[in-house]
């Protein structure tokens, strides 16, 4: 499993499912880096990035403490989301 989902070896819904939650998964690293760059929160690539990934980074929020002023939220986000990504493609539905 890539960084960046091989969409021609998709040969089952699991397996689009999991290259789904790969785009899904570089979704919250690029708001991740890109955060760290970017501080206009109008930004049109940040409120896109905001909009895809806020569902899942949300709910994870409401339930990790904060650790000072590092946010390790899409670190969890992306380790729960891989894991999820390699379930779903071994059962091959």
Do not use: H, K
């Amino acid at each position: 499993m890539g960084l960046i989902p091989d969409f021609r070896n998709i040969d089952s819904i699991g397996g689009l499912l999991a290259a789904l939650i790969q785009l899904l998964i570089l979704a919250i690293l690029a708001r991740a880096v890109l955060s760290w760059f970017v501080r206009d929160p109008c930004n049109p690539i940040m409120q896109a990035l905001n909009t895809i990934t806020d569902p899942i980074l949300q709910p994870l929020r409401q339930i990790m403490p904060r650790f000072g002023m590092m946010d390790f939220t899409p670190l969890v986000a992306i380790i729960v989301l891989s894991i999820i990504a390699g379930m779903v493609r071994g059962i091959g539905i």
